[in-house]
């Protein structure tokens, strides 16, 4: 697959992005920004990648890598071309982590004057269509609305000297690959391509074969592939809790001292726009994010948490998938996860960039099994939590939870603006079934996001049997809750004729 670029030293003087020959205008966004030193991965990718050669990136979401291909992108663009075909082409499998890459082009590329366009399902075509005929340098989007937009003969893709594929295992196991393919097949032969993927599945590593030319194969992961320092820059603590009393033990959790931005991951969606209600009635500035939000309201509760209006966002795993926000102090664990793999990708929300961070899992008796495979998976040493409530010792110590701390949080404590003060946008959202109602009843919106349920894909609603069908029918349960029920039409007979049709449980008229 090519040569193999490993690590730098450690104890190595730290470079600047101007020492690798940056565009002056680049390495003067990123300083504007405070970005002065690369992070690792980008040390090792930037002289490949502004070199022209193609480049397998081995490295998980925290790790800095998309500035390693963001800059080497920008720093190509041609600005004073007439062409107004996107000169570049960026595909994440998410529509969070294509709004992430999009936000850091265009941070970075703003002094250049270069411009990003980001295209995904959940809104209007229109205002994309309109900035594609006026012309953009970089396209940042999911498969589904890419292939949509150049099937429509909005987007042409035969000009774009370079293309990305971020997080191309995650494009996998959300059933991409095909989509990935076709989009490939659009763009020039001698284009300059880099892929980055936290594993390399087989499938991965045939679709580098196929549409790569001789990749540097770049890692930022430990030898056995696994991205251990991000587990060590976490504190772990693992409780064994009753369901009953799981959201007074949150409560209490999210007043330990020096707690900042904090993430609550759930496994449904019903459960995350509960825990979310009952926190901001106990006085905490709480948001959720899962796949029964309309899109502008997922954006809403994303920029609040980014912006601080609120500081503690409640999301299902397929809705965090690419949430990529510093600062993160604590993960919590609300529901056990099903594998070692999505916890460590849930707590690796926190401790990221060199910083360090606490991740709480509470384990329902039920879930002790799971627990067991991933403590064992992970070598964790916690094959047995121990079990503990609200009021036990053992959770104020652990956390450093002020003695008095209730299920409340006090009101002179209760300083953000909350999730009110955000902005929700009118998207033109596309695949709605209907309105909307808000987040716990207030503000946001918790409405359903339209009968494709995209679930935090951001395809155009294109239906796939993947991880989140699953997601999907977790929301309700047997008995229709999670769902709106619908008025139905009956047709009622009486004494053996035919009644006159009526809607819902309305009394036929006689």
Not at 153 to 162: N, P, V, Y
Not at 354 to 372: E, F, I, Q
Request: proline share 5%; charged share 25%.
């Amino acid at each position: 697959m090519g040569e193999t670029v490993e690590p730098v030293a450690q104890d190595a003087p730290q470079p600047t992005f101007a020492d690798f020959g940056v565009h002056p205008d680049i390495v003067a966004s990123l300083a504007d920004g405070g970005i002065i030193h690369p992070f690792p991965i980008q040390a090792m990718t930037l002289p490949v990648a502004l070199g022209g050669h193609d480049i397998i990136g081995q490295a998980k979401t925290g790790t800095g890598k998309t500035l390693g291909f963001g800059v080497p992108i920008l720093d190509g663009i041609d600005t004073e071309t007439d062409d107004t075909r996107p000169q570049a082409l960026a595909v994440a499998p998410t529509r969070e982590l294509a709004v992430q890459v999009a936000s850091d082009l265009e941070k970075a590329g703003k002094r250049r004057g270069i411009k990003v366009l980001t295209v995904y399902g959940g809104r209007a075509y229109e205002p994309q269509i309109e900035a594609l005929r006026e012309g953009v340098h970089v396209v940042v989007g999911t498969p589904g609305r890419l292939i949509d937009l150049a099937q429509q003969k909005h987007l042409d893709l035969s000009a774009a000297r370079t293309v990305v594929l971020d997080e191309a295992d995650e494009m996998l196991d959300l059933g991409f690959l095909p989509d990935v393919e076709k989009i490939m097949a659009m763009t020039p032969a001698g284009r300059h391509t880099m892929l980055f993927s936290a594993t390399m599945p087989g499938a991965i590593v045939a679709l580098a074969r196929r549409y790569m030319n001789q990749p540097t194969h770049i890692r930022a992961m430990t030898e056995d592939g696994e991205d251990r320092q991000t587990v060590k820059a976490i504190e772990q603590f693992v409780y064994r809790a009753h369901a009953m009393d799981k959201v007074e033990m949150l409560a209490r959790v999210l007043q330990a001292k020096d707690r900042g931005l904090t993430i609550i991951f759930s496994r449904t969606k019903r459960t995350a726009a509960k825990v979310a209600d009952e926190l901001t009635d106990r006085g905490f500035a709480a948001a959720s994010i899962h796949g029964d939000l309309g899109q502008g309201a997922r954006e809403q509760a994303l920029r609040a948490f980014r912006n601080g209006k609120v500081d503690v966002l409640v999301a299902t795993d397929v809705a965090a998938r690419g949430i990529d926000v510093s600062n993160v102090t604590h993960v919590v664990n609300y529901q056990c996860p099903d594998d070692e793999k999505t916890y460590v990708h849930r707590i690796g929300r926190t401790g990221r960039a060199g910083n360090t961070g606490v991740a709480v899992t509470l384990v329902d008796w039920d879930d002790m099994t799971k627990w067991s495979v991933i403590n064992r998976q992970l070598d964790l040493g916690i094959p047995e939590p121990v079990e503990t409530y609200s009021s036990s010792p053992n959770l104020y110590e652990d956390l450093d939870i002020p003695q008095g701390a209730k299920g409340r949080l006090p009101r002179a404590q209760r300083t953000r603006e909350g999730l009110s003060a955000e902005v929700l946008e009118d998207l033109g959202e596309t695949g709605k079934s209907g309105g909307r109602r808000p987040q716990g009843g207030r503000d946001g919106g918790r409405g359903r996001d339209g009968g494709r349920g995209e679930g935090g894909r951001g395809d155009g609603g294109r239906g796939r049997g993947s991880r989140e069908g699953g997601e999907r029918r977790e929301g309700a349960s047997a008995s229709g809750e999670g769902a709106p029920r619908r008025n139905r039409n009956r047709r009622r007979t009486r004494g053996g004729q035919d009644g006159q049709t009526s809607t819902g449980s309305a009394p036929a008229q006689g």
